[in-house]
T-cell receptor
């Protein structure tokens, strides 16, 4: 079982560059979320989706865009990368009354 | 605003000793409470959720609504329990909107 798959695992960007972090799940889960993990901060919710075509903002959405065109995929776009976006990014998926399943994470460094 | 507080960043115990990882929360309403664990180089995974009342890997957690706490306990720690532990909450039925504490790094020494 693949579960939740994130690509890439590591990425280095220059300030101002854009990129897309990919997240795919094969469990037919309706809900998907993006979190960032910073040292001493725990995980914070960036954006989430409750179904294809439906997204909403979490606690720290600035600088990020999302879309959900299919049930399986939930990409996170950085429009113009900033050093403050250096973090580890986790994607999660779930359904009603289930646990949230997390991907392996993407470690992003913005220089 | 909802908040999860884990007062200990680091916790170190010896193998066989009891361990308690503290978690307090603030939330207006009845949230769902969870404990997630992240072992070295592995993804975050669910350890416990309060509604299931299960004991996983010898860990238990009791929800105390009066004290708004959800402490994680294990009577006899094992070396393989060494990991980062996160307490988290979500609104009922909204497990896609988790609020996490800052985490406690547990080290179990031989």
């Amino acid at each position: 079982n693949a579960g939740v798959t994130q690509t890439p695992k590591f990425q280095v960007l220059k300030t101002g560059q854009s990129m897309t972090l990919q997240c795919a799940q094969d469990m037919n889960h309706e809900y998907m979320s993006w979190y960032r993990q910073d040292p001493g901060m725990g995980l914070r919710l960036i954006h989430y989706s409750v179904g294809a075509g439906i997204t909403d903002q979490g606690e720290v959405p600035n600088g990020y865009n999302v879309s959900r065109s299919t049930t399986e995929d939930f990409p996170l776009r950085l429009l113009s990368a900033a050093p403050s976006q250096t973090s580890v990014y986790f994607c999660a998926s779930s359904r009603t009354d289930s646990e949230a399943f997390f991907g392996q994470g993407t470690r992003l460094t913005v220089v | 605003a909802q908040r999860v507080t884990q007062p200990e960043k680091l916790l170190s115990v010896f193998k066989g000793a009891p361990v308690e990882l503290k978690c307090n929360y603030s939330y207006s309403g009845s949230p769902e409470l969870f404990w997630y664990v992240q072992y070295s180089r592995q993804r975050l995974q669910l350890l416990l959720r309060h509604i299931s009342r299960e004991s996983i890997k010898g860990f238990t957690a009791d929800l105390n609504k009066g004290e708004t706490s959800f402490h994680l306990k294990k009577p006899f720690a094992q070396e393989e329990d060494s990991a980062m532990y996160y307490c988290a909450l979500s609104p009922r039925g909204s497990n896609y909107k988790l609020t996490f504490g800052k985490g406690t790094l547990l080290t179990v020494n031989p």
